[in-house]
């Protein structure tokens, strides 16, 4: 394995068959938008994370407190669990990329992602995924207070609310991250 001179990886979050179609007529411009931050990222050697969110069957991880899991706890009763954390078809994962399965919004949480991280040396990582206020916001969050670089791809996020993408994207995030567009991050 080729070592990662950049101390990098792409993080490839929550673009999974269950939540990338909640996105509607969006959901094919997030696609093409990760997918060229792969491109970019595989052209570099940096390494690519995929993070799912996902839960046993019988959901023992939902808590009655958690109010955003529990409220769909009986939506999540009915789906195929293994076909809700599928990787969306056009981005999913090659023979050596990691995927991690967490449990809660943030990459972090209920994962191995910072064993992962630590493993192989990274201290910066580069955010793309479904949503801006939620895996992306929660993610960043606790990765600036790991002391982790960070980097959000602003075309390589989307959320239901475009107005909270752009507050979070111009006003929020530039306050622990820089935030640029895949172009720009491509030209690194």
Not at 99 to 105: Q, Y
Not at 129 to 134: V, Y
Request: glycine letters at 6%; charged letters at 20%; a neutral charge.
């Amino acid at each position: 394995m080729e070592t990662n001179k950049q101390n990098t990886a792409l993080l490839v979050m929550d673009m999974q068959n269950g939540i990338v179609p909640m996105l509607g007529a969006s959901s094919a411009a997030i696609v093409g938008s990760v997918s060229k931050a792969i491109a970019n990222a595989r052209a570099k050697k940096i390494p690519v994370i995929y993070v799912v969110v996902g839960f046993r069957n019988g959901f023992p991880e939902v808590s009655a407190n958690n109010k955003g899991f529990s409220a769909s706890k009986e939506r999540f009763a009915k789906l195929n669990m293994d076909d809700f954390m599928k990787v969306e078809a056009s981005i999913a994962p090659q023979a050596g990329d990691v995927t991690v399965t967490k449990r809660r919004v943030s990459a972090f949480t209920g994962s191995d992602l910072e064993v992962v991280l630590r493993a192989q040396g990274i201290q910066h990582i580069v955010l793309t995924g479904i949503a801006t206020s939620g895996v992306v916001l929660s993610t960043l969050r606790e990765a600036a207070d790991k002391d982790y670089h960070i980097t959000v791809l602003s075309d390589g996020c989307a959320d239901g609310d475009e107005e909270i993408h752009r507050v979070l994207t111009t006003k929020v995030f530039p306050r622990q991250a820089e935030v640029i567009t895949i172009d720009e991050w491509s030209k690194n």
